[in-house]
């Protein structure tokens, strides 16, 4: 059998912390590997305790979750560690900079049990988790804001095609989703994807959706 995910749940409301405990310690293929309450518990259990993955709140006391995801995940930490961000339903103002500040995905926090646990799995794998309606309403709320001033897809290097898969990853679509609509195969698409991410330098799709919007590539 291989090694249970081991997560480190962050939040600072009791109630959701210990249900996200509960949800998390109940699954075979995972184990609590801690708890705490504010973004500077969470980076110093993140190096005693060693996590594959860490749940975090964005909004916690003495270090909020974007500065402890930045101290984490961010440019330049030698050894980064996969962070989960959990947010709101109106979505959290914050969302966009803990994406830039290195987690590798996000959650609603009223998500079902199921989607969490498979968001937590998806992301232990190196994948990176984009919820599609978060992320349109991310882009609605923030478009403005994240997009330059002057367009600059004339110096992205990618070609056509890789643009129009770059532009439906920005738009929250998944690989066989963004097939469908192409009408390729879902193995075309995740080649593409490599592709993107190996071009611009970026880690994951995450950051790639990041980059379509700051770099105006996407609408």
């Given amino acids: 059998m ?10 600072d409301q009791t109630l959701i912390r210990t249900a996200l ?4 310690g109940a699954q075979p ?7 705490c309450g504010d973004g500077r ?25 974007l500065e402890a995801t930045r101290l984490l995940a961010g440019a ?14 109106n ?27 498979q968001g937590i799995r998806t992301v232990a794998s190196g994948a990176a988790l984009l ?25 992205a290097p990618l070609t056509p095609r890789e643009l129009e898969v770059l532009r439906l990853l920005a738009d929250g679509l998944s690989n066989s989703e963004i097939a469908a609509v192409l009408v390729i195969s879902p193995e075309t698409v995740k080649t593409f994807v490599s592709r993107i991410l190996a ?3 970026l880690r994951d799709r995450v950051q790639a959706v990041v980059y379509a919007y700051r770099h105006g590539l996407a609408t």
């Fill in 2 to 11: 291989s090694a249970p995910i081991r997560v480190l749940v962050c939040d």
């Fill in 21 to 24: 405990v509960t949800i998390v």
């Fill in 29 to 35: 293929d995972m184990e609590v590997a801690g708890e």
């Fill in 41 to 65: 518990t969470a980076v110093r259990l993140a190096g005693e305790v060693g996590p594959d993955v860490v749940l975090m709140d964005i909004r916690m006391p003495v270090l909020d979750g």
């Fill in 76 to 89: 330049g930490v030698p050894h980064p560690v996969k962070v989960l961000v959990l947010t709101t339903f």
């Fill in 91 to 117: 979505l959290d103002e914050y969302v966009y900079e803990a994406l830039r500040a290195g987690a590798s995905g996000f959650l609603l926090k009223d998500a079902p049990p199921d989607r969490l646990l």
């Fill in 131 to 155: 919820d599609p309606e978060v992320t349109r309403q991310l882009v609605g709320r923030y478009a403005t804001r994240i997009r330059p001033a002057e367009d600059t897809s004339r110096h």
């Fill in 199 to 201: 071009k611009l330098q």
